[in-house]
């Protein structure tokens, strides 16, 4: 296995640590043998084919997705099952959608403030500090006292992304967070991700977008077939895939 610059095959000083994850949907093998280790501000960005179990590794580090075998850490600390230890765990771990899942019938600012009040016990004045900051880091200040509805589905994104961070993570979590959107927006939410990379924010992206993948990323992650079937930096995986699979999913890219 692989680590991080920085990190030890022990996982104890990286921010993520996965090992030997096994994950089942009835007969479906979803995840197979998953090893994985992410050093403190490091960039992974995970591609592959479609049903590839890239979303479906990335879901199981917050635990939105159980597993059957294995262990995951985040910061050392192993991944608890459920109650308090876990919900303590998931503010330690930033996450952001396809869909943005803001709440509908709560401001902006109320949305980015809601999670530091009630889950860091931040106090009001405090979480609203801290929340126009990041408001105006990801473009959007001026729409603090809009309802979601109200904004273009890149400037929630940016929102949502401002949420995440409110909560202080230490690694940040991204699950095709474009995919949803329209083509002038994407590049809003990426260009908002590319400096987050720069900032040294640890980040695991599942993605499409290959451009973000070529600039923000220390190291790509290829996934087939529920396997991470290859590991570079993203000069060695455009240039010089080392696995047929890998050649196949970048032909197709560079056709259609």
Do not use: W
Not at 124 to 137: G, T
């Amino acid at each position: 296995m692989s680590t991080a610059p920085g990190g030890r095959a022990d996982g104890s000083a990286n921010v993520v640590s996965v090992k030997g994850v096994n994950k089942h949907y009835g007969p479906l093998h979803v995840l197979k043998d998953i090893n994985l280790a992410v050093g403190k501000g490091e960039v992974v960005v995970v591609l592959g084919p479609s049903g590839s179990g890239k979303s479906t590794m990335c879901r199981t580090i917050n635990r939105l997705e159980t597993i059957d075998e294995g262990e995951i850490r985040v910061d050392g600390e192993l991944l608890p099952q459920e109650g308090k230890a876990l919900a303590k765990l998931r503010a330690e771990v930033g996450m952001v959608f396809q869909s943005f899942n803001l709440f509908a019938n709560k401001t902006i600012l109320q949305n980015v403030t809601l999670g530091p009040q009630k889950v860091r016990g931040m106090g009001k004045q405090e979480a609203e500090s801290v929340a126009l900051d990041l408001l105006a880091k990801v473009g959007v200040a001026n729409q603090k006292d809009k309802l979601p509805s109200q904004l273009s589905g890149g400037q929630q994104q940016r929102v949502a992304i401002a949420r995440a961070l409110a909560m202080r993570p230490k690694v940040m979590l991204f699950d095709e967070p474009t995919s949803a959107l329209d083509p002038e927006m994407i590049n809003e939410v990426l260009d908002t991700m590319i400096s987050l990379a720069k900032e040294g924010m640890t980040m695991i992206v599942v993605t499409h977008e290959m451009g973000f993948a070529r600039k923000a990323a220390d190291r790509i992650i290829f996934m087939a077939d529920g396997q991470i079937v290859e590991e570079s930096t993203p000069e060695e995986f455009f240039t010089n895939p080392r696995t047929e699979r890998a050649k196949d999913f970048l032909s197709k890219l560079i056709t259609h």
